[in-house]
């Protein structure tokens, strides 16, 4: 080694170590699948499942991989008969007490348990007593639910709440196989972060209130997005099923929100399943009466009323930036200004922050000015009630507008198209640290065949401006790149719009 | 490929053949035959077959011998059905119910049921069974797909296999 570093050798690999790192860390960093339990990268380490073991030269026991401190020229194996037959113990212990009941429990097919037991589980048993009975379906607050009888006693809930939210809600207590997850609270689990144990438990120990039995994970769509609850930019997974979101959880990114996502964000999709969601283009015949149109149709049907009207566009701070870019040149053929709303407030020392446009900074960064005050505008577009509040619809009297909800739609609209939500729409979001994000549709939420808002704009556009040349996807992002706002912007690669499991 | 034709003469029709009056006494020999065998013709619907223990008819949802539902809506039958014939909602039954969790939804499409059995091989908990019932009929498409209730009453008691909750 050039540098100079300490190097340890796991499976034959030479690999160099950072002080302070545990053998864990090098291998899993080489890519050696080491399974764990106890063990998550954000936490402190506990070293009691016992599942990581590893076989060390020279040493007559297996060691715990999480907590064992590499020394220079330790030679480990992660595959050897010994580190196998001492995971495969530590397996058989955990499913002693188990209730098996993966038909009922949520956590089944991301379970690690499940996972693990199919690896390197015998099948069999060899303890013939009876399983302890504990308490089942407690409840942590009110959105959780604790079962101790699948809890692996991992203490990943205990430490989070003690390091990360230092609430101290949790604790252990009793021993033994009466072991138990309690709260030192009584009754009350009201932590911002709290369901983020949900993630952490490695086992169906504690699930979600929300999603409770609401679908098998194997029927889902699952997509990697943002949280769009306010401008941090939270990476998440969205998962879905015919037609409706499901549920939302975070995703790891080191720069933004580390593995956690807050609460409210989590539980922020209740528009994305609106009753009264828009599903198709309608436009308002002479005698005021709406009628469903095509695409086609209501885009020369906004086109026309916009040559009537002209005047600004106002914008949800959700938008994306090529919506915006777009709304942005729609409004200067019009001879109006772009502007954008959104709410604020209820921000907090951890992540989440005041300014709730999940892209205001984007919308800073193209020159549009924030809307405080209600003032005319030919477009509105608005995805969410508390950033486009009624009073700054109404007072736009706005004739052509991009709506999510049914509810949205001002009384002087003639021409209504449906609005994605942020999970039906792929596009690039600034988060509040300047950073350029990718949202993704996920294909099972929302009505079918909604057009996409930045394609209708466009079309728009097309139509008002004869000089207009299609730009698409890539020349949208060629032309934010020669904004002098994202001029040192990294822009990520789109990713795909996500990928089915399951049937 | 050559095709070889090879031509076959045909015997030539005699007296007798031309006649046709053996051939019917021929026939007719065989028919008074079977009039002095056993009957084997079964009077459907009087009469009904008795179907052998592996027999596949439609399936069915099965109450344990406490009267319980079995069914937990894990959804695997739904899963694994090459068909799609099972459509399944799953719901939290009330508080202080030892099993947590049922189908609110349970339908079964006869219309696109294959009898393939899959379901009852998934089944953790024993909940549905290829039940003898080979006489799966309606007036209309909406009479063929089956709901929980009806399944239930079909299925009956089943007292051996899994009793998982017994002891909760």
Known sequence: MADNKPTITIDGQVLAYEPGQTVIQVAHEAGFDVPHYCYHPGLSIAGNCRICMVEVDGWPKPQVSCKLQPSPGMVVHTQSALAKSARAGTMEMLLVNHPLDCPICDQAGECHLQDYSYQLGQGEASSTTAKTKLPKNVAFGEKIVYDAERCIKCTLCVRFCEEITQTNELAMSGRGDHEIVIMTSKGEFDTAYSMNIIDLCPVGALTSRDFRFKSRLWFMDFTESLCTGCARGCNVVTGGRDGAMLRMEPRANAEVNQWWLCDEGRLDYAHVNGADRIASPRIKTADGVWVQATVDDAITAAAVALREAGGDVLLDGGCTLEEMLLARDLAKVMGGKARYAAATGGGDKFLRVDERGANAKGAEGLGLARATKAAAAAVVIVERDAHVPAALRDGAAPVVVFATDAASVPASARVVFPHGSWAERDGLLVNTDGRIQVINRNPAVGPDNIPATADVLEEILGELDPAYDWRGRGGLHAALRSESAFAKAQFPAMQSAGVGVGA | ?168
């Not at chain 2, 028919?31 to 013709?41: L, S, Y």
């Not at chain 2, 998934?122 to 080979?134: D, G, Q, R």
């Open chain 2, 1 to 168: 490929m050559t095709v070889t034709v090879k031509p076959v003469r045909r015997r030539k029709a005699t007296f007798l053949d031309r006649l046709y009056l053996p051939a019917i006494l021929k026939g007719l020999s065989i028919t008074f035959k079977r009039m002095f065998r056993p009957k084997i013709t079964m009077q459907f619907p009087e009469e009904r077959w008795t179907v052998r223990d592996q027999y596949r008819g439609m399936p069915v949802l099965v109450s344990d011998d406490e009267g319980r539902p079995k069914c937990v809506a894990c959804s695997l039958c739904e899963f694994v059905c090459p068909p799609k014939a099972i459509f399944i909602v799953p719901e939290e039954l009330e508080v202080g119910n030892k099993v947590e969790r049922g189908p609110a939804v349970f339908d079964l499409n006869m219309l696109r049921c294959i009898y393939c059995a899959l379901c009852e091989e998934a089944c953790p908990e024993e909940a549905i069974f290829m039940s003898k019932n080979y006489m799966v009929w309606g007036a209309n498409r909406s009479d063929m797909l089956f709901h929980k209730e009806k399944l239930y009453e079909l299925g009956g008691i089943r007292t051996e296999g899994v009793k998982k909750w017994k002891d909760k």
